[in-house]
């Protein structure tokens, strides 16, 4: 006959988080804490998820939105980018004159999930003009084939 399993507490119901009495092992889905001697020993998932909210990432990336006119959320940087649709729009925006910002989410994990949440798109690249969200390298193709891409970067008086 197996083991009875130890019932839960009513803070680890409510919770959502299962105890395992062995290691101290704590689940919750796929994220599965281990403590000894009260202090975290490993995570199986990055601290960010199970510590703090996005917040404090969606506040990152509004305010660089807010603080650019352009800006492209893109793999690797204006000067090299790292995935053949980040180049593409790099090559539109540069053909176009406009200065922009590039903000490589290679090197940031926290951006990179960030501004697809932030956006409700979920691909890179990602452009945003006067704060707001634009599209991939596809829809700036089309922007730029129909002219509304120039009409959009024309600076306002």
């Known amino acids: ?80 980018p790292q995935c053949g649709f980040s180049q593409r729009a790099v090559q539109i925006l540069k053909a176009t004159g406009a200065e922009f910002m590039d903000v490589n989410v290679l090197k940031d994990p926290d951006i990179r999930q960030g501004i697809k949440e932030f956006s409700s798109w979920p691909t890179i690249p990602q452009v945003y003009i006067d704060g707001k969200f634009v599209g991939g390298s596809d829809i700036l193709i089309e922007m730029q084939q129909s002219g509304e891409l120039a009409q959009l970067l024309t600076p306002k008086n």
């Open 1 to 80: 006959m197996p083991p009875r399993k130890k019932p839960k507490s009513r803070a680890e119901h409510a919770a959502g988080w299962e105890f395992f009495p062995v290691g101290g092992i704590f689940s919750q889905g796929s994220a599965r804490l281990a403590f000894g001697r009260s202090r975290l020993l490993a995570a199986a998932l990055p601290l960010r998820y199970v510590l703090g909210p996005m917040s404090d990432v969606r506040q990152k990336i509004q305010e660089i939105i807010e603080q650019n006119r352009v800006v492209l959320f893109m793999k690797g940087t204006k000067t090299f």
